[in-house]
């Protein structure tokens, strides 16, 4: 599995938050109204950031091997739910980020307030989480110092072991 790209993550955020603020623009001009934005979604978020958090440290301390309650299965579906987490957050802090600037930029109003608070803190709530996915991705990536037995051939022992 390779490491998530942070060119990768703003694109996919830039993409999704032009594409949103367009959807919010063009929806106040031709409706005269906007879709709600609840703190719920960033609540929502907070709780996948702390989840992925634990797990990650399960693994950190499974690496380190001290005692934990993570096995190496749920260190790899870790792994897989760091980039996705990842991938997601970009995701959705591109749609919150799209409705965060068409309020900003038609503000004025107590509704457009109110969405700009909530929009804002959901934003903030994704970026907390694609942060933790970074760091949660980077715990878990092995590389050639993690393996048990060093390979010195196919006719090799492991280290510590009395040839018979």
Known sequence: MHRT??????ACFLLLAVLS???????LRHHG??????????AAVLVMTLLVLVAGRGVRRLRAHEPTWMTPTGAAMTALAAQSSSLGAAALGGLYAGALVCALVHRGTPAMTGLTWSAGGCVAACVLWLGTGLLVEHWCAIDESDDDTQDHGPHSLPPGSAAA
Request: net charge neutral; charged share 10%.
């Open 5 to 10: 790209r942070w060119t990768t993550l703003l």
């Open 21 to 27: 603020g367009a959807g919010y623009d063009l929806s």
């Open 33 to 42: 109204w906007v879709p709600a934005v609840s703190l719920w979604g960033g």
